[in-house]
T-cell receptor, first 117, second 115 residues
Framework: NAGVMQNPRHLVRRRGQEARLRCSPM?????VYWYRQLPEEGLKFMVY????????ESGMPKERFSAEFPKEGPSILRIQQVVRGDSAAYFC???????????????FGPGTRLLVL | SQKIEQNSEALNIQEGKTATLTCNYT??????LQWYRQDPGRGPVFLLL?????KEKRKERLKVTFDTTLKQSLFHITASQPADSATYLC??????????????FGQGTILTVHP
């Protein structure tokens, strides 16, 4: 059973370009979370999605950031018109839908390291 | 304001000793608390979950305690090994008891176990 997959692992963008980060959850998992880890800071929650629904986006910046988890295919975190301050590691996590404890355990991907020049 | 603090940024111990990491929080009422391990360049790996009505949880050499009165969790690694060297993250459930696991993480403690 493959773990959570993220691609690309490293992404370099110039200021003003768009960044698309992809996350394929573990097989059978229908809950996806995105977190951001800035240099010298902890992991910060960004958004929680289920298939075709954004459930909680309280951690997402109001502008330039969007996320989706379509019926088919991976979850996408999209950053438009990137700025240097967007440089960070972005982690995706997934959890299964069933069971209280199962929902609570999150399985993280290896992350995408975004560098904005 | 809400805060999660892990006792120290770095902890150095000798192989074979017990490592004890602390997580304190204020102005949260988590339904559960989790500990994760993160190695450089990798994503966090789940270790243990402890619920608000549980005092202690064990898994092999790991032990977690949870005191909701003190608002504190202690994470112990007994008989520590150099391979235990990593950053350990404390995470609180902060979705207000809803049906999903929104986590708020502490800054992490970098543990180094010397041979």
């Amino acid at each position: 059973n493959a773990g959570v997959m993220q691609n690309p692992r490293h992404l370099v963008r110039r200021r003003g370009q768009e960044a698309r980060l992809r996350c394929s959850p573990m097989k059978g998992h229908s809950h996806v979370y995105w977190y951001r880890q800035l240099p010298e800071e902890g992991l910060k929650f960004m958004v929680y999605l289920q298939k075709e629904n954004i459930i909680d986006e309280s951690g997402m910046p109001k502008e330039r950031f969007s996320a989706e988890f379509p019926k088919e295919g991976p979850s996408i975190l999209r950053i438009q018109q990137v700025v240097r301050g967007d440089s960070a590691a972005y982690f995706c996590a997934s959890s299964p839908a069933d069971g209280d404890t199962d929902k609570a355990t999150q399985y993280f991907g290896p992350g995408t390291r975004l560098l904005v020049l | 304001s809400q805060k999660i603090e892990q006792n120290s940024e770095a902890l150095n111990i000798q192989e074979g000793k017990t490592a004890t990491l602390t997580c304190n929080y204020t102005n949260y009422s988590p339904a559960y608390l989790q500990w994760y391990r993160q190695d450089p360049g990798r994503g966090p790996v789940f270790l243990l979950l402890i619920r608000e009505n549980e005092k202690e949880k064990r898994k092999e050499r790991l032990k977690v305690t949870f005191d909701t009165t003190l608002k504190q969790s202690l994470f112990h690694i007994t008989a520590s090994q150099p391979a235990d060297s990593a950053t350990y993250l404390c995470a609180l459930e902060t979705a207000g008891g809803t049906s999903y696991g929104k986590l708020t993480f502490g800054q992490g403690t970098i543990l180094t176990v010397h041979p």
